[in-house]
């Protein structure tokens, strides 16, 4: 895989112009016209002609047919942006108030330059590939828009990878690649609550029932569901992110609303957090005389990386980076990544890319200097396109 390797180095320059193209007309949510006809432009230019664009609002699927039989793989890129102004003073800065403030260009331009190595050793590929490039990802609706548009479907994919980039992760360092079997990323959900009770004067609680009281007595008992309801074993995060009652120091309003969100590690974690946090909203509004509605908006689940798939991606990326730069991300982030609702139904594997740790470049995801690291963006296209090349071949 040496060619594959000095293919992908060379190809550089051009993966560093497309994501500086992308990064420089940012699109956010689903409305992403630009973004999508700049992928078809390149995809039609490498001899793609199989493509569906406005596949839930502007996302787009291609297909590339190999000679061989074979399975069929999805590779899925994000293609969207955050609405927040950049700040980073690049000459290719944002031309809008929206930016790329995630690294979604970044993996616009490693899908690309993907394709293209792909495209350049068709006659290795066996199977079907279909590409898959997914709008709205930062409100986590685009994936299962996109399954509800049937991408799943005609071809059924067999399996499914993708890559994040940036520094999400601890572990591995620019010019490598981390993998982790099982969760990798958190489920990420909200909860919000309503306490209703009688309002009245300050003066005179015990002629009211006191909703800012329930809200109180409802968020220390949440601390309670990580401390004793979750497996020490297991992972969760229970926040309450606002907490809103009462106009003037001697009312006592009529409703309290509280907020927040959970993450987990599994499926049953996920659920009895959720669960716990009904019950003690209820029966604390119950104990104290009141009523409750709470709700819940549901995230991606715990993104779950498959055995199998992610074994043939430590064969495939150490086959063009070497098996010491292919490194076993040990802590999970508690971020989530709506890429879960693919893996959730296709087994898959999603990937670590890291781009953000060196000098200057080290702000957090959504901070508007975030920047990437450009010099290693064909490390994300030589080991996406190895692995679309080899997954099916035995060990
Ligand atoms: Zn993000
Ligand atoms: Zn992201």
Redesign the pocket.
């Known amino acids: 895989m040496a060619d594959l390797k000095e293919r992908a180095q060379a190809l550089n320059p051009q993966l560093v112009e497309w994501r500086r193209h992308v990064h420089h007309n940012p699109e956010i949510g689903f409305d992403t016209p630009e973004t999508e006809a700049f992928i078809v432009e390149r995809l039609r230019e490498m001899g793609i002609q199989d493509i569906r664009t406005g596949v839930a609002g502007h996302g787009l699927t291609a297909i590339i047919r190999g000679d061989k039989p074979g399975k069929v793989l999805g590779m899925r890129a994000?293609i969207d942006a955050l609405n927040m102004k950049e700040d980073t003073g690049l000459p290719f800065a944002s031309k809008n108030d929206y930016m790329h403030a995630?690294?979604?260009d970044a993996?616009v331009a490693m899908m690309l330059g993907a394709v293209k190595l792909i495209m350049e050793n068709r006659k290795d590929i066996s199977g079907t590939i279909k590409l898959i490039f997914q709008p709205s990802?930062?409100t986590g609706d685009g994936a299962p828009a996109m399954i509800e548009a049937g991408v799943l479907e005609d071809p059924a994919l067999d399996g499914i990878v993708g890559l994040?980039t940036?520094n999400?992760w601890k572990g591995p360092v620019e010019g490598q690649v981390g993998y982790r079997v099982g969760a990798i990323m958190a489920s990420a959900d909200w909860f919000y609550v309503t306490f209703t009770g009688k309002g009245g004067h300050g003066a005179t609680p015990h002629l009211t029932v006191d909703p800012i009281a329930m809200a109180c007595q409802a968020v220390s008992a949440m601390q309670m569901i990580v401390s004793r309801n979750t497996s020490p074993l297991s992972s969760a995060v229970v926040t309450v992110g606002t907490i809103n009652g009462g106009t003037a120091p001697n009312i006592i309003p009529p409703t309290c609303t509280i907020s927040g969100t959970t993450r987990t590690l599994d499926p049953e974690t996920r659920t009895m957090v959720l669960e716990r946090i009904k019950q003690i909203c209820e029966n604390v509004a119950q104990a104290m005389g009141g009523r409750v509605e709470v709700s819940f908006k549901y995230g991606p689940p715990p993104l779950m990386n498959d055995k199998g798939m992610t074994e043939k991606l430590i064969r495939a990326a150490g086959q063009v980076l070497g098996e010491d730069n292919v490194v076993e991300v040990v802590e999970p982030t508690m971020g989530g990544?709506d890429m879960a609702f693919f893996q959730e139904k296709v087994p898959g594997t999603f990937f670590f890319h890291p781009s953000g740790l060196s000098e200057g470049k080290t702000n957090p995801?959504h901070h508007p200097k975030f920047d990437v690291n450009e010099d290693v963006l064909w490390v994300g296209s030589a080991v996406l396109a190895n692995f679309a090349l080899t997954w099916q071949d035995e060990e």
């Open positions: 994000d995630c690294g979604h993996h990802e930062e994040h940036g999400l990544e995801h």
